[in-house]
């Protein structure tokens, strides 16, 4: 079974902040995505990579950042956490030519 | 007009009923189709994966396509509560390309 590990399921902060979500995979995929998922408006691409330290942008990557260091870890940074970001953010991965699996996101609240 | 358009529902039938969930889209390209499954405060788990035309059956599953329409379907037969999420349908050009998301129908199947 295909595990994508994403750090934490709840996460509060603060305007202004810097905020890190973590997204680990055990398969070896070689494609990872960030999505974010809001009611009335579906899941929306962030970023993705399709190898290490590979990043390309998806529909919305104003105010984020990522970072992909190794194969198996791919990192969002919010560089400057402002309330219209509060969100579910979801991580998928997949193997080429294959369909994504997802984790089970992070609910992000920014106050 | 969004490229995957979805009914959101809400849709309530009663345990054991065939239930049917759709979506159309407007993109020619489109080649393969995924639909997945999302449980409340979860990820999208994948249920169903098909390249073309025609009908691919995975127990009380059965994913259909009809690129002539650009519409999909999925059928789920002797409905369960367990059933009850949201139902996502997906859909890329080619296998390595990114996924087009529907915004998701919301299933209640009542005992």
């Known amino acids: 079974d295909v595990k994508v590990t994403q750090s934490s399921r709840y996460l509060v902060k603060r305007t202004g902040e810097k905020v890190f979500l973590e997204c680990v995979q055990d398969m070896d995929h070689e494609n990872m995505f960030w999505y974010r998922q809001d009611p009335g408006l579906g899941l929306r691409l962030i970023y993705f990579s399709y190898d290490v330290k590979m990043k390309e942008k998806g529909d919305i990557p104003e105010g984020y950042s990522v970072s992909r260091e190794k194969k198996e870890r791919f990192s969002l940074i919010l560089e400057s956490a402002s309330t219209n970001q509060t969100s579910m953010y979801l991580c998928?991965?997949?193997?080429?030519?294959?369909?994504?699996?997802f984790g089970d996101g992070t609910r992000l609240s920014i106050l | 007009q969004k490229e995957v358009e979805q009914d959101p529902g809400p849709l309530s039938v009663p345990e054991g009923a065939i239930v049917s969930l759709n979506c159309t889209y407007s993109n020619s390209a489109f080649q393969y189709f995924m639909w997945y499954r999302q449980y409340s405060r979860k990820g999208p788990e994948l249920l169903m994966y098909?390249?073309?035309?025609g009908n691919k059956e995975d127990g009380r599953f059965t994913a259909q396509v009809d690129k002539s329409s650009k519409y999909i379907s999925l059928f789920i037969r002797d409905s369960q509560p367990s059933d009850s999420a949201t139902y996502l349908c997906?859909?890329?050009?080619?296998?390595?390309?990114?996924?087009?998301f529907g915004d998701g129908t919301t299933l209640t199947v009542k005992p």
């Open positions: 098909t390249y073309s035309s």
């Open positions: 998928a991965t997949r193997r080429t030519n294959q369909p994504q699996h």
């Open positions: 997906a859909m890329k050009g080619t296998n390595a390309g990114k996924s087009t």
